[in-house]
Nanobody
Framework: QVQLVESGGGLVQAGGSVRLSCAASGRPSVAYALGWFRQGLGKGRDLVAAISRGGDVTYYPDSVKGRFTVSRDNARNTAYLQMNSLKPEDTAVYYC???????????????????WGQGTQVTVSS
């Protein structure tokens, strides 16, 4: 089992940047593929980035491609989401999630992930 804690959210102006962190405790994070999701007010939960357990394979939906970058430091059991050129529509609660796996794939569906953090709010003002 792994516990996830996100941090780094806050209020930022449009065009600005924020870096979120996801600290994992419990089993070594290298055993888990990770995903970052977001949920806006009254909206569903959407994937914004996914990364394989080794960190060598990543995925982004078109809505954030070129603006968001996911990375991980398995030695520190921490994952990051660097968000640049933020837009008001990026406003949401951001969650990191973990899926225990033995392969080198990323996963794009929320039902793939068993472990979730509590979320951190990112608000982008216009």
């Amino acid at each position: 089992q792994v516990q996830l804690v996100e941090s780094g959210g806050g209020l930022v102006q449009a065009g600005g940047s924020v870096r979120l962190s996801c600290a994992a405790s419990g089993r070594p994070s290298v055993a888990y593929a990770l995903g970052w999701f977001r949920q806006g007010l009254g909206k569903g939960r959407d994937l914004v980035a996914a990364i394989s357990r080794g960190g060598d394979v990543t995925y982004y939906p078109d809505s954030v491609k070129g603006r968001f970058t996911v990375s991980r430091d398995n030695a520190r059991n921490t994952a990051y989401l660097q968000m640049n050129s933020l837009k008001p529509e990026d406003t949401a609660v951001y969650y990191c999630a973990a899926k225990r796996t033995g392969d080198s794939n990323y996963y794009t569906h929320d039902y793939d992930y068993r472990y979730w953090g509590q979320g951190t709010q990112v608000t982008v003002s216009s």
